[in-house]
């Protein structure tokens, strides 16, 4: 039983040739092996035209142009990694990082001397210094550990302004949401003596080097002020306007407050918080 056909294309008779003592050739047809004809012209055809294409394509000029862009893109890549590594290894070497999520406020100061308004990430309140202890008017950049903005001359209102750049701060960079809890330190501040020298009870407590403080004046009508007493302790959800209006009396996410009512001075802690 035969399994394959013959060729009958003397061209490709492969069978073994053989020579005798004589040194004559002698073909074996014991040995006859015989292989399908596959049309080998045509495929050689195919095979030379897509070289021929691959050559034209290779040695066009958009072909020269597209890798040469390219390769300028890779060089101005790489150049840019390099230049982010070397930025980013500065900042490791020179400054200490810290984890956003460990940040709990955030304590801002005007400026009228150097006309700036700058920002600084508390870590601990009641034990960070405010930003109004810690700023000094010829600190330089490489030492400064806060955001500092310049105070645009055509401000109107700077106190409008500053509310803005510290609420732009809880609302895109520090994980401090726009909730207040309030509660109340009265009893504390009386301790103190603040009833017969609240000038030296402030000062023993940390006012202003690490609490900032308001004092509200009688009469005062704030929503969110009434609010947060009649719910001490508990979460208050802020609008932007409300927290802008608290932005704008202590430039701080925290703060003390005094508040007269019923003829009676209270003191309250308010502060923003993540929860």
Same mark, same amino acid.
């Given at each position: 039983?035969?399994?394959?056909?013959?060729?009958?294309?003397?061209?490709?008779?492969?069978?073994?040739?053989?020579?005798?003592?004589?040194?004559?050739?002698?073909?074996?047809?014991?040995?006859?092996?015989?292989?399908?004809?596959l049309?080998?012209k045509?495929?050689?055809?195919?095979?030379?035209?897509?070289?021929e294409?691959?050559?034209?394509?290779?040695?066009?000029?958009?072909?020269?142009?597209?890798?040469?862009?390219?390769?300028w893109?890779?060089?101005?890549l790489?150049?840019?990694?390099?230049?982010?590594?070397?930025?980013?290894?500065?900042?490791?070497?020179h400054?200490?990082?810290?984890?956003?999520?460990?940040?709990?406020?955030?304590s801002?100061?005007?400026?009228?001397?150097?006309?700036?308004?700058?920002l600084?990430?508390?870590?601990?309140?009641?034990?960070?210094?405010?930003m109004?202890?810690?700023?000094?008017?010829?600190?330089?950049?490489?030492?400064r550990?806060?955001i500092?903005?310049?105070?645009?001359?055509?401000?109107?209102?700077?106190?409008?302004?500053?509310?803005?750049?510290?609420?732009?701060?809880?609302?895109?960079?520090?994980?401090?949401?726009?909730?207040?809890?309030?509660?109340?330190?009265?009893?504390?501040?009386?301790?103190?003596?603040? /009833? *017969?020298?609240?000038? +030296?009870?402030?000062?023993?407590? %940390?006012?202003?080097?690490?609490y900032? !403080?308001?004092? @509200?004046?009688n009469?005062?009508?704030?929503?969110?002020?009434?609010?947060?007493?009649?719910?001490?302790?508990?979460?208050?959800?802020?609008?932007?306007?409300?927290?802008?209006?608290?932005?704008?009396?202590? /430039? *701080?996410?925290y703060? +003390?407050?005094?508040?007269?009512? %019923?003829?009676?001075?209270?003191?309250? !802690?308010?502060? @923003?918080t993540?929860?």
């Open positions: 039983m035969k399994l394959m056909h013959e060729v009958t294309d003397p061209s490709f008779d492969v069978r073994p040739v053989l020579r005798n003592s004589q040194g004559e050739k002698h073909v074996s047809d014991d040995s006859m092996v015989t292989i399908p004809s049309g080998l045509a495929n050689f055809k195919e095979v030379y035209d897509f070289a294409l691959n050559n034209q394509v290779t040695n066009s000029i958009q072909t020269t142009n597209l890798v040469n862009s390219l390769q893109q890779v060089d101005w790489r150049q840019r990694l390099a230049s982010y590594d070397k930025s980013f290894s500065d900042i490791v070497s400054n200490l990082l810290i984890p956003k999520a460990a940040i709990k406020g955030i801002g100061h005007i400026c009228k001397k150097c006309q700036t308004f700058s600084k990430a508390i870590i601990d309140i009641g034990y960070d210094m405010t109004e202890a810690k700023h000094r008017c010829t600190s330089t950049d490489d030492k550990i806060y500092l903005h310049r105070i645009p001359s055509d401000t109107p209102n700077v106190d409008d302004w500053a509310a803005r750049c510290l609420l732009d701060q809880v609302n895109s960079h520090v994980p401090i949401r726009k909730h207040l809890i309030a509660s109340e330190i009265t009893e504390r501040l009386n301790n103190l003596g603040y /009833k *017969s020298n609240p000038e +030296i009870a402030r000062e023993f407590l %940390g006012i202003p080097d690490k900032p !403080f308001h004092s @509200f004046e009469n005062f009508k704030v929503s969110w002020i009434n609010q947060a007493i009649n719910n001490l302790g508990k979460v208050i959800a802020m609008t932007d306007d409300e927290a802008l209006d608290f932005f704008r009396k202590v /430039k *701080s996410t703060a +003390i407050f005094e508040i007269a009512i %019923g003829g009676t001075l209270r003191q309250f !802690f308010m502060y @923003f993540n929860n």
